[in-house]
């Protein structure tokens, strides 16, 4: 099997859209860090008691990386009408995290301070409880800590063979 077929099958599994967010340590004690911002397809429920979710990151990406070293994150359950904000987050090659976030609508985490973006169809502030390596990828399993409903109405944003996609 190559990885094209692989790829091809497993576009036809529709995904929700989240936006990972995690705050950098800052590097000094008077300032904050710079928030780091990644859109992810590959975000499930784990368990109901305790709250756990996961997400799967690529090995090395910036994600990765702090989430290696920093244990608080935050999810955004992103709605139909932030397909912007996840194409902004998901560029290869993008611009520094600092402009991605610039002009967006977002609240900060009470416990993690990470961004939470203002109209998302749920938020999640997260503890990392285990990384696991998977082949190029590491799962990420996270404690739930918060969980609110910004914006309860609204379709969610999905993603099928290659594409956001309206559902419905």
Not at 114 to 135: F, I, S
Request: hydrophobic share 40%.
């Amino acid at each position: 099997m190559s990885n094209d077929e692989f790829r091809a099958a497993l576009s036809r599994l529709a995904a929700g859209v989240v936006l990972v967010t995690a705050e950098e340590p800052p590097l000094d004690e008077d300032g904050r860090g710079e928030d780091v911002g990644m859109t992810a397809t590959a975000f499930v429920s784990v368990s109901l008691d305790p709250p756990l979710v996961m997400v799967s990151l690529r090995n090395d990406s910036r994600m990765d990386d702090l989430l290696s070293e920093q244990p608080l994150w935050a999810v955004s359950v992103l709605a139909e009408s932030q397909r912007h904000i996840a194409g902004r987050f998901a560029m290869k090659g993008r611009i520094s995290d600092r402009l991605l976030f610039q002009d967006l609508p977002l609240i900060r985490g009470g416990i993690t301070g990470a961004p939470l973006m203002d109209g998302a169809l749920a938020t999640l502030e997260c503890r990392t409880e285990q990384r696991v390596l998977a082949g190029d990828h590491t799962l990420v399993i996270g404690r739930v800590l918060t969980a609110s409903l910004p914006s309860a109405d609204g379709e969610p944003l999905t993603y099928f063979k290659g594409r956001y996609r309206h559902l419905g």
